[in-house]
């Protein structure tokens, strides 16, 4: 009896060192989340806009884009810090936020999560153009690839 | 030597010629139109949806015309496009036409063709559907289709579409609009040059 009794009192000691252990050890770390490398300002302004679906319509895209500043694409800063932008086939503005995913690329949509259907990636970012593609691949699809030559004054 | 059928038509081509290379738009207007639809950039239509049929699916039909062969005969009534063919033949396609007030006639030569023609959606449309871009550089999903012909100076030409529902219809600002199987089908078989009549209707 005595017997049987420390050997359960043994095991409840193990078990609960155990738990103490699983305890005590270091939570999974959260995933870092890397600032996105691209700041909303440099979005903000005017834009020619223009897209094109093979690689090899780019260049005379981007001269297209340069050409279409009578009709610019405007981007202004929103409230939250972000930028107001047109979703796909959405006619009215919302704010969209520049966010870094975890595969390394930025992403521009809404608050939230990097990557979701509704964001875009950024991609080719210097002070007077940038490039787009939407995740959705429907939307992919159909827009391609969108690229934003910056109107008048070049920064 | 083209005669204008509709004075809203040289209206609605001075407005059109504003937007230089517009053709395939609709917009929602309080004008009658036949089909109201409007264009839908980017849309990549299925396999099926190209796969016209009935009438309006390609097909040679018995024609009698003093026009000779090569020639191309637009019926905007019918809805029809004929490519005259030796021995009172001629391939018949389906088209989509110009919606009321845009709709004209006259003759016309192709002056340039076109793989692949790049589309600039007009002013109102981009004001209506401000996400769209200035200019989509021609491929699938674009409204112009996979293949242009170009009607002599005039902005209107014939031309592919995205929207093979469209076929059948009266919905264009005045170009002719064909699945893309058929316009580049017809593209293969007109050079530049090809005398193209675009009458109401086709006496046979």
């Known amino acids: 009896m005595a017997k049987a009794f420390r050997t359960g009192a043994a095991a409840l000691v193990g078990l609960a060192a155990a738990l103490l252990a699983g305890c005590a050890s270091e939570p999974p770390p959260a995933p870092v989340i890397a600032a996105p490398a691209i700041n909303p300002d440099q979005l903000v302004g005017k834009w020619g806009f223009a897209a094109y679906h093979r690689d090899s319509d780019r260049g005379r895209t981007i001269k297209e884009a340069k050409a279409q500043c009578n009709r610019p694409y405007v981007i202004s800063k929103g409230p939250g810090g972000g930028v107001m932008m047109n979703l796909a086939d959405q006619a009215n503005v919302s704010e969209l936020v520049l966010k870094a995913g975890p595969d390394g690329k930025t992403y521009l949509g809404p608050a939230g999560d990097a990557g979701t259907a509704d964001d875009r990636v950024v991609t080719n ?23 934003y030559e910056r109107c008048g004054k070049k920064a | 030597m083209k005669v204008r059928t509709n004075v809203l038509a040289r209206t609605a081509a001075a407005a059109i010629a504003a937007a230089a290379t517009f053709c395939p738009g609709v917009f929602a207007t309080a004008q009658q139109i036949d089909m109201n639809v409007v264009d839908q950039p980017g849309r990549v239509p ?18 009698r015309s003093s ?14 496009l004929y490519l005259v063919q030796p021995n009172n033949r001629a391939v018949r396609y389906g088209i989509g036409v110009g919606r009321e007030g845009f709709q ?17 959606p007009p002013p109102e449309m981009i004001e209506r559907q401000p996400y769209l871009p ?22 209107y030409r014939i031309h592919g579409t995205n ?27 007109v050079q530049v040059g090809t005398k193209v009549f675009i009458k109401q209707a086709v006496v046979l």
């Not at chain 2, 026009?67 to 029809?80: K, Q, Y």
């Not at chain 2, 004209?104 to 600039?120: A, F, H, L, M, T």
């Not at chain 2, 002719?176 to 078989?189: G, S």
């Open chain 2, 46 to 63: 299925t396999p099926e949806e190209n796969q016209l049929s009935g009438a309006y699916e390609r097909q040679e039909v018995f024609f």
């Open chain 2, 134 to 155: 200035r200019f989509m550089a021609g491929g699938p999903g674009n409204p112009l289709g996979p293949r242009a012909m170009y009607l002599g100076k005039t902005i």
């Open chain 2, 163 to 189: 929207q093979p529902q469209t076929i059948g219809h009266a919905v264009s600002s005045g170009c002719f609009r064909l699945v893309d199987d058929d316009v580049i089908d017809l593209y293969d078989r």
């Open chain 2, 67 to 80: 026009e000779s062969p090569g020639t191309v005969l637009i019926d905007t009534n019918s809805r029809f």
């Open chain 2, 104 to 120: 004209w006639q006259g003759v016309e030569k192709i002056s340039k063709k076109q793989e692949w023609p790049d589309w600039r």
């Open chain 1, 125 to 147: 970012v210097d002070p007077n153009s940038f490039t787009t593609n939407w995740v959705d691949p429907d939307n992919a699809s159909r827009y391609g690839t969108s690229v």
